[in-house]
């Protein structure tokens, strides 16, 4: 890109332009030098940028429009949920005895806001099935961590110190072997069979004396039920294993059944994602998990409690595993998701689960006329696609990704999972109309006829936006951040 198509906020500053008007000076003036050591005293003024109020506004707002979100255009980015965030949820973060407290005020002086907590961990107990919640962890992982170390203090407690094998499907999310490793643990992995489901031969030949955990997300990575569910957990308790639940993406089962139903021991979920959290770009998470009776003693502390009519954080918890954030979780996250599920109540839920499930089925359906579906049944919230035929023309998995961008489209997540070949992974979400999945299902079947007719122009894609193909690895691993 060229400098003068994006001119930094330095490059637009002029010596003396200023976007501020104090008042008139009405005290005596007095001189800082006599006030202060000149050790503290700055010797040159800062190097701000000097703009006009005018000048300010159109920088951010024409930066904010080279940004895509959800709020500009579709994004069907397989495993982040990038659904509709509704605006409401901003009214109520914003409401200042939401807004102006402070974590370190006395509880009695905010008991709306525990109030508020304590609700959501009741609802999110009732979706989830499980027991108790801690709205603590930060992020999903986190709450895989938090979960795995939980599981870990319980095995320690039982006299059980050899139980550190995880077992992993190998379409697992890259997170889930990430954790394990970060608590210490061992990650074994388990095959999918050709189902696309985990093999339960080869889920029965890895459990042992050694395993501490199944770790499993269903709908799994490939968008599949995982329908022996019942038959996994059974497996792994009889071994004396526990089941840990990945509820990153929910919006495939909410209201229909429930991980603890399903037999988990322990389960995270992202509030960010399934309820409506705005997420990407780093932004806040929460990443709460829920237990069943055997593990709430283990829950990080302090843990909040009712008492009588009053609601209190309970540090005396001597099995805890400790604090894993400071305070008591991101509370305009935890309130965000409070709202979106009062707003849309027992009922909305569900239809939440019954719309992801037939979005993603309908793009499916209409999808694998053109591109390979490597697992032919019907899929929950997201499926995934191989472009295998398609590489077989000279044009990879990743050239359609960037050809969409041509088009507007925010292109789904691709190589992932990693067992299937020029992976693309298509999560609709339920807040899309049906002229929007069908504008992007046009626009996939128009670029696989470019594939045929023109492979190159695919290929060389992306053609109109303003950067073109980015050295994303370079970028990774050693970013410039300072402008020279
Ligand atoms: C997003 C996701 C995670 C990780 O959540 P973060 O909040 O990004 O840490 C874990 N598992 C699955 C299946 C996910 O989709």
Redesign the pocket.
């Known amino acids: 890109m060229h400098k003068k198509d994006f001119p930094l906020i330095f490059e637009l500053s002029k010596s003396g332009r200023t976007s501020y008007s104090l008042p008139e000076m009405d005290v005596e003036e007095t001189d800082l030098d006599e006030m202060l050591d000149p050790l503290y005293i700055r010797q040159e003024a800062p190097a701000l940028p000097e703009l006009s109020e005018l000048d300010i506004i159109r920088h951010y707002t024409n930066l904010s429009r080279r940004n895509y979100g959800v709020d500009s255009g579709f994004y069907p980015l397989g495993?982040?949920t990038m659904k509709y965030n509704p605006k409401m949820n901003e009214d109520v973060a914003r409401l200042e005895g939401f807004s102006h407290i402070h974590p370190y005020q006395k509880a009695e002086t905010a008991q709306g806001a525990l109030e508020m907590m304590y609700d959501l961990q009741t609802s999110l107990q009732e979706i989830t099935g499980m027991h108790t919640v801690s709205l603590q962890p930060a992020?999903?992982?986190?709450g895989?961590w938090t979960g795995l170390i939980m599981i870990r203090a319980l095995h320690e407690a039982n006299g059980e110190k050899q139980r550190t094998k995880v077992i992993v499907p190998d379409s697992a999310?890259g997170?889930?072997p990430a954790s394990v490793t970060a608590a210490g643990l061992e990650v074994v992995t388990v095959k999918t069979n050709e189902e696309g489901l985990v093999d339960l031969y080869n889920l029965k030949s890895v459990v042992g004396s050694d395993t501490a955990a199944l770790m499993l997300?269903n709908p799994n990575?490939l968008g599949l039920f995982e329908t022996e569910i019942i038959e996994m957990a059974r497996i792994v308790h009889q071994a004396g294993g526990r089941l840990y639940y990945?509820g990153?993406?929910l919006n495939a089962i909410m209201g229909y059944t429930r991980p603890g139903d399903m037999g988990f021991d322990v389960v995270h979920l992202?509030l960010?994602?399934t309820f409506t959290g705005p997420h990407g770009g780093g932004g806040p998470?929460s990443?709460p998990v829920g237990v069943s009776e055997e593990l709430t003693s283990f829950l990080p502390k302090p843990v909040l409690v009712k008492q009588a009519d009053n609601f209190v954080f309970d540090y005396n918890r001597p099995d805890s595993i400790g604090r894993v954030k400071p305070y008591y979780g991101n509370f305009g996250i935890n309130l965000r998701a409070y709202t979106y599920i009062r707003t849309m109540g027992a009922e909305g839920l569900k239809k939440v689960s019954e719309y992801a499930v037939l979005n993603a089925n309908y793009m499916m359906r209409r999808l694998q006329e053109v591109f390979e579906l490597p697992y032919k049944q019907h899929c929950k919230h997201e499926f995934v696609l191989s472009g295998r035929k398609q590489k077989r023309l000279g044009v990879r998995t990743l050239d359609m990704a960037k050809r969409l961008l041509d088009f507007g489209y925010h292109p789904p997540t691709i190589y992932f999972p990693l067992n299937v070949e020029e992976a693309m992974m298509i999560e609709p979400t339920e807040t899309e109309a049906k002229e929007t999945l069908d504008g992007f299902i046009e626009t996939m079947l128009q670029i696989a006829e470019e594939v045929k007719d023109d492979p190159e122009y695919v290929q060389e894609a992306p053609h109109t936006t303003v950067v073109k193909r980015m050295d994303e690895t370079t970028a990774a691993r050693k970013p410039i951040l300072k402008y020279e």
């Open positions: 495993s982040c992020a999903g992982a986190q895989e999310h997170t889930n997300t990575t990945d990153a993406n992202n960010h994602k998470g990443g």
